[in-house]
């Protein structure tokens, strides 16, 4: 586990936000009274970059825990890193 600066996370792109920043109310509400409680959170799961990109690592998996922590005010967040996801590939078997 490594501990990330917030600001070092590429931000997301794509996520539709209609519903708002969040999905889930009582997962937000459950995250933050853990934060205001001391209770041991979950790390995020972060992609680390290529030092080009401009930041060092990308979110992969906790965006709720990582942008409560983000609205929280903290400037780090604990995270695990994960390999990058790979573009699946077409095989023979996929239609034309």
Do not use: N
């Amino acid at each position: 586990m490594v501990v990330v600066p917030i600001r070092s996370v590429m931000p997301l792109h794509g996520r539709v936000l209609e519903h708002g920043m969040f999905r889930g109310r009582e997962e937000v509400v459950q995250i933050l009274h853990g934060f205001k409680e001391g209770s041991a959170i979950p790390p995020v799961l972060v992609v680390p970059l290529r030092p080009e990109a401009g930041f060092s690592h990308r979110l992969f998996s906790g965006a709720h825990r990582f942008y409560c922590a983000l609205a929280a005010g903290y400037t780090h967040i604990p995270a695990i890193e994960v390999a990058a996801v790979l573009p699946r590939t077409r095989t023979r078997f996929d239609a034309a």
